[in-house]
Nanobody, 118 residues
Framework: QVHLVESGGGLVQAGGSLRLSCAAS????????MGWFRQGPGLEREPVVC????????YYADSVKGRFTISRDNAKNTVYLQMNSLKPEDTAVYYC???????????WGQGTQVTVSS
């Protein structure tokens, strides 16, 4: 069984930065793709960034390219999302996901709220 726990969300002013972390339990982390999704108010959940098991391949939604960076530390079973130049439209619940598919969607964290004020 895989358990994902996100942290690092909060309230930030537009233009600010946040760093999200997702710690995974279980023995599947290093062999799995990881991703961050978000769901804004009244919107569907959408993939934001993904990274493959080795870190050699990534996906970024057009809306976050140049502002967000995903990274992973397989020794710590942790994936990170560095978010810079945040905009009010980035406000959402951010979910960590793990899986063998692409974008990964087999296991989900509980979500962490990110609120960007204008």
């Amino acid at each position: 069984q895989v358990h994902l726990v996100e942290s690092g969300g909060g309230l930030v002013q537009a233009g600010g930065s946040l760093r999200l972390s997702c710690a995974a339990s279980g023995r599947f982390f290093s062999g799995s793709n990881m991703g961050w999704f978000r769901q804004g108010p009244g919107l569907e959940r959408e993939p934001v960034v993904c990274i493959n098991r080795s870190g050699s391949s990534t996906y970024y939604a057009d809306s976050v390219k140049g502002r967000f960076t995903i990274s992973r530390d397989n020794a710590k079973n942790t994936v990170y999302l560095q978010m810079n130049s945040l905009k009010p439209e980035d406000t959402a619940v951010y979910y960590c996901a793990l899986g063998s598919n692409w974008p990964p969607s087999s296991y989900w964290g509980q979500g962490t709220q990110v609120t960007v004020s204008s």
